[in-house]
């Protein structure tokens, strides 16, 4: 999101499982376990595990606006957020089996090839799924992936060859992203709020996103580097 100067706590749920009627998808060609291609032969209900872990807000949070927050909420949220930022950037990278390139010179095309598994995974069963209108909306795992794609685009920025970009708590009670994590570090006060990936990942099941998304956000906030 791109403003003028959430963290939430991450839970690994692989036990979690989450209820299909298996001749609702006839093609087994999904990648998912024997029980479930198994389940496709007897038409039977099956549980499919959750393929990505989900966020879940700190409790003291857990349904209340970021501006409704108190300081000490915010602080503590905050120094949540930073323990715990490295470990959902890995998981996403494990996720797609990918390994971040030695290269500086070589991210925006490994973020252009990433940007189109991505797409295809918000678009696919677990990440995303029709309303009442036919249109495609993110479930909590798709939610939770593109949370953790801002987060990666973050921390391409950190560690880009003189960055000075890091993370601030906001404190502007005017601004949409007040009390929670944003990347500062940018021209003109800019800062990024990792929220942000999760409209963008909208866009793309509305088709105004293209499988570039991952790349054209870097290249944004890269080329606007302090």
């Known amino acids: 999101m791109l403003s003028k100067k959430e963290g939430s706590r991450f839970l690994f749920t692989y036990s ?20 479930y291609r198994c389940a496709l032969m007897k038409k039977e209900p099956v549980k499919i595990p959750t393929p990505y ?4 807000p700190p409790e003291q949070i857990a349904g209340r606006k970021s501006k409704e927050w108190s300081t000490r909420e915010a602080e503590d949220c905050f120094a949540w957020f930073l323990a715990n930022e490295g470990m959902r950037v890995q998981h ?6 990918q390994v971040l390139p030695d290269d ?32 495609l909306q993110l479930t ?3 939610i939770a992936l593109a949370s953790d794609a801002g987060l ?16 601030e708590l906001l404190n502007d009670p005017g601004a949409f992203s007040h009390n929670r994590p944003v ?11 990792p929220v942000g ?30």
């Open 92 to 97: 996403f990278l494990a996720f797609f089996k």
């Open 152 to 167: 990666f685009v973050a921390h391409l920025l950190i560690k880009h060859s003189r960055s000075r970009a890091h993370w």
């Open 140 to 142: 909590n795992q798709g």
């Open 183 to 193: 990347l500062t570090g940018f021209v003109h006060q800019l800062y990024l709020d």
């Open 16 to 35: 979690e499982c989450v209820p299909y009627d298996a001749k609702d998808f006839p093609n087994t060609n999904r990648g998912f376990d024997l029980d």
């Open 104 to 135: 500086c010179r070589e991210v925006e095309e490994f973020l252009l090839n990433l940007g189109q598994e991505y797409v295809e995974r918000l678009r696919a069963i677990h990440f995303s799924t029709p309303d009442a209108n036919g249109r």
């Open 197 to 226: 990936a999760i409209y963008e990942a909208r866009a793309v099941l509305n088709g105004k996103k293209s499988s570039r998304i991952l790349k054209d956000a870097f290249v944004f906030w890269k080329d606007r580097l302090a």
């Open 53 to 56: 872990p989900l966020t879940e």
